[in-house]
Nanobody
Framework: QVQLVESGGGLVQPGGSLRLSCADS????????MGWFRQAPGKEREFVAA????????IYTDFMKGRFTISRDNAENSVYLQMNSLKPEDTAVYYC??????????????????WGPGTQVTVSS
């Protein structure tokens, strides 16, 4: 069973950085591709980034490239999202999610089986 909990959100000024963490309390973390998604007020949840089971492959939504970096540490049962050059439009609840089925890395929300409760990121001066 996968149980995900995000942390690391908070209030940051424009141009600042945050590192989000997502920990899995289960014992099969390395069996899952992991993704980060976000949902801003009044908007649909959207894909941010994903990483393969062994960490060798990553994909990003286009407008995140160069600013956000996804990584994972299977020994720590954790996945991370380093966010730099944050903008007010990055304000959202950020969620991590696990996909234990699909072989090809993807950003389709419907393909992720397990979700954390989310962590709030607010970018404001």
């Amino acid at each position: 069973q996968v149980q995900l909990v995000e942390s690391g959100g908070g209030l940051v000024q424009p141009g600042g950085s945050l590192r989000l963490s997502c920990a899995d309390s289960g014992r099969t973390f390395s069996n899952y591709a992991m993704g980060w998604f976000r949902q801003a007020p009044g908007k649909e949840r959207e894909f941010v980034a994903a990483i393969s089971r062994n960490g060798a492959g990553t994909i990003y939504t286009d407008f995140m490239k160069g600013r956000f970096t996804i990584s994972r540490d299977n020994a720590e049962n954790s996945v991370y999202l380093q966010m730099n050059s944050l903008k007010p439009e990055d304000t959202a609840v950020y969620y991590c999610a696990a996909d234990g089925v699909t072989k090809i890395l993807h950003g389709d929300i419907k393909g992720y089986d397990y979700w954390g409760p989310g962590t709030q990121v607010t970018v404001s001066s």
